[in-house]
């Protein structure tokens, strides 16, 4: 499970705040979480431990089905990030 998927979204937002503010290193996340794919500089997208696609979520969600297919679950099964808090 995800370790921030018992948080409200507002925690969440406030978690994700602190984590970056002022950060001069990379932060490696694994997550299913919307918050974490939005804010993310770079993502992994993974398929049976094999690496099929990598960019921004926006770039993701434009040219790799398997990434659409994941957000639009993501959409239905997480509350609190809106369609358009994708970009």
Known sequence: DDLS???DIETENRLWDR?????DRSILAVSNRR???????SIILLKNGCVVDRGDL???????????R????LMNSQPGVTQSDSS
């Open 5 to 7: 998927s018992g948080l």
């Open 58 to 68: 926006d770039t993701l969600l434009e040219r790799s089905q398997e990434m659409v």
């Open 70 to 73: 994941i957000w639009q679950g």
């Open 19 to 23: 984590l970056v503010k002022g950060c």
């Open 35 to 41: 918050i974490a794919l939005k804010r993310a500089d």
